[in-house]
């Protein structure tokens, strides 16, 4: 049962959201919640909570600040075993925190086969978190590595090949969420924000600190970073669904841009997106041989090329964005 739901979460906080709701369906509990400790500091960082309507994540720490002293002993090794809760911890080689379980007191008190089967899927629970920590900790080294080749590009010298602002994101994502994009393609749309000029590594220094105007030739090998891109992350097997959007994001709507002519609905919607915020951080930015565009001139810009290097629909929802002052902050931002 635990094992089902391991093999289709791939994050903590996914997997302890849906055990919340099967601890309530499997033991009939009127509500239930799991809390996650951080294995260094000795904290809780994360809680998991669902009372048959409605499901909850608390990852802030206001919020964690609010949990009992009768609860954090749980976490620290404590049973509570009573007729309306039943608390008991999760523990492998270290404690890495507890569930709960509880009943309202006009409902059948909680009985002893009650305890044994949330001990079972405590146990198998267990197992699920500490290797899925494992994994995300892996996630990090792998992302933290090659977020410091893109330092060393931004450092070897040419910006359109450097790592981007933090705010770069939060316009991805903001026009993301505009188009109703699902949380699993923004989560690969951060990937391909960090990772998508990795492979401009390969590229000779003298092409990327160049000044001028490229030429045909050294803008062909520019043109091949994408591919070598998405060869360095390849290997990894969380970034195989962010390849499509690394590879892609270069391509025209209408079908002229490259590496392999795709338009319309053959380019993946996260490629189509990062070209349209790619541009306007282009047009936007210090650039040594054109002239920096006001916000204003660059959204008719993206207007101009609708429908022949971008998705209109995108142009439009990035147009909508702009109503919103949080997202006209941002713009500024990203021309600093």
Not at 68 to 85: C, L, N
Not at 183 to 212: C, F, H, M
Not at 321 to 335: D, G, I, M
Request: proline residues 4%; glycine residues 4%.
């Amino acid at each position: 049962m635990i094992y089902r739901l391991v093999n289709s979460t791939y994050n903590v906080e996914e997997l302890t959201l849906r055990l919340t709701r099967l601890l309530c369906q499997f033991i009939k509990a009127s509500s239930s919640s799991i809390y996650i400790l951080d294995p260094g500091k000795r904290r809780i960082i994360l809680v998991a909570m669902f009372n048959n309507q409605i499901n909850i994540l608390l990852n802030k720490g206001k919020d964690l600040e609010r949990i009992s002293a009768r609860e954090k002993r749980v976490t620290e090794g404590y049973a509570i075993f009573e007729k309306y809760v039943i608390g008991l911890p999760l523990v492998a080689d270290d404690n890495l925190g507890a569930v709960f379980v509880r009943r309202e007191k006009d409902e059948t008190p909680f009985s002893e086969f009650d305890r044994e089967m949330l001990s079972v899927v405590a146990e198998q629970s267990v197992t699920a978190i500490k290797n899925l920590q494992f994994y995300q900790e892996q996630q990090k080294v792998i992302l933290g590595s090659i977020e410091f080749i893109g330092k060393l590009l931004k450092h070897k010298g040419r910006a359109a090949t450097a790592s981007h602002t933090p705010v770069y994101f939060k316009i991805v994502k903001s026009l993301a969420e505009a188009l109703k994009v699902s949380q699993e393609e923004i989560g690969n749309l951060y990937y391909a924000s960090v990772l998508r000029d990795a492979g401009a590594i390969d590229v000779p220094y003298d092409i990327l600190a160049k000044t001028s105007r490229l030429s045909p030739q050294e803008f062909k090998v520019i043109r091949e970073h994408p591919a070598r891109s998405v060869e360095l992350i390849r290997p990894v097997e969380f970034l195989k669904p962010v390849l499509p959007i690394i590879l892609y994001h270069h391509e025209n709507y209408d079908g002229t841009g490259y590496p392999s002519g795709l338009k319309r609905e053959q380019i993946p919607i996260g490629a189509r997106l990062m070209a349209v915020v790619d541009a306007f951080e282009a047009m936007t930015g210090k650039r040594p041989y054109k002239r920096r565009l006001s916000i204003h001139e660059a959204i008719e810009e993206l207007k101009e090329n609708s429908g022949t290097q971008f998705d209109p629909r995108i142009v439009e929802a990035f147009i909508r964005c702009t109503r919103h002052k949080k997202f006209r902050n941002y713009l500024s931002l990203a021309k600093k």
